[in-house]
Nanobody, 120 residues
């Protein structure tokens, strides 16, 4: 059994910073890609950033220069550091991890979602 749990999020003023984390636990053999999506009210879920198991990163245009994704393989955790936040960054943020279990098969696991609200 594998679980992925997010933490962080909350209310921040425009221009502020916030950090999210997402930790996996359970019977894990390996973790491949990790990343974050977000979904704003009335909008489709969109990719924010992802990071491969070799450290290669990819960001959505809106995230470039403001967001940083990182991972700690020893802790099975992926982080998203967000800076210069704008009201349009308000959304529920979901992490994902591509986890290979002890059976050798891979599967995407999702966090429960955490609310980020940027408002004065």
């Amino acid at each position: 059994q594998v679980q992925v749990v997010e933490s962080g999020g909350g209310l921040v003023q425009p221009g502020g910073s916030l950090g999210l984390s997402c930790a996996a636990s359970g019977r894990i053999f390996d973790i491949r890609d990790m990343g974050w999506y977000r979904q704003a009210p009335g909008k489709q879920r969109e990719l924010v950033a992802w990071i491969s198991n070799t450290g290669r990163t990819n960001y959505a245009d809106f995230a470039k220069g403001r967001f940083t994704i990182a991972r700690d393989n020893a802790k099975s955790t992926v982080y998203l550091h967000m800076y210069s936040l704008k009201p349009e960054d308000t959304a529920v943020y979901y992490c994902f991890q591509d986890i290979v279990g002890i059976s050798g098969t891979g599967e995407y696991y999702w966090g429960q979602g955490t609310q980020v609200t940027v408002s004065s």
